[in-house]
């Protein structure tokens, strides 16, 4: 099994590696890798690669997969219990159209102290869901924005007009290119993220073949909840 890091903070890519068939340490150290990584890049994956590692990671479901330009967002974030980790594969041709990422914890530590420690104080609101936009990772500890979409979002109990300036300040943080990267297909590319601690967003897919791809989410386990819920407890 060989591996690179993509960025300095998040993604890494793994060559060599067949995970329809791990055995119990390469499974482990897996897991270890895409907990401190975020998002790995498997290549050169078989058919039925996508749901045997969704299956080694929980329980799981089928994610829809768009075709025309997303905005960034978290899959099903306004939800109360969003997915903990979402899969795509490319199972054939080379697939157009590049699946962007970005890393919220190094967002957060990219911030100045001030501004991150009131981020831990404020909520979102997404429709009728509330959630904090601080959280801490439920497995590692490690402190995390999560955003959800932009879109439709506000922070309660602020004025509106504060709320869309701070929003705005903090999106900044959040897709700033030191914090992003786009992931370019190739065939039996296998990409898994923790939904928990990223953003992500696709390109258009231009006309002409259309991209083939197999989107699985694993259902999350945890309530979400701030660092100073977690200290208080």
Known sequence: MKQHDITPSFGTVIEGLDVTDLDAPTARRLYETWQRRHVLVLRKQRRGACAALAASLGD???????????????????????????????????????????????????????????????????????????????????????????????????????????????????TAASVTFAHQWQPGDLVLWNNLTTAHRHDPVPAGPQRVLEGLRVKCRYTLSAPIQQEAA
């Not at 330009?69 to 899959?75: G, L, Q, Y």
């Not at 899969?87 to 102290?113: E, I, K, N, V």
């Not at 500890?141 to 709320?163: F, K, Q, W």
């Open 60 to 174: 799981f479901e089928r994610m829809p997969v768009a075709v025309s330009e997303t905005p960034w967002d978290a899959e099903l974030s306004r939800t109360s219990r969003p997915p903990f980790g979402c899969l795509l594969q490319c199972t054939d041709a080379p697939a157009a159209g590049a699946l962007w990422f970005a890393s919220l914890p190094a967002a957060l530590r990219s911030m100045a102290p001030d501004l991150a420690m009131r981020l831990h104080w404020l909520a979102l609101q997404h429709g009728d869901n509330v959630h904090p936009m601080v959280i801490m990772h439920p497995e590692t500890g490690e402190h995390t924005l999560y955003l959800g979409a932009r879109s439709g979002s506000r922070i309660p109990g602020v004025p509106a007009t504060e709320s869309d300036r701070l929003l705005n300040i903090v999106w900044s943080y959040a």
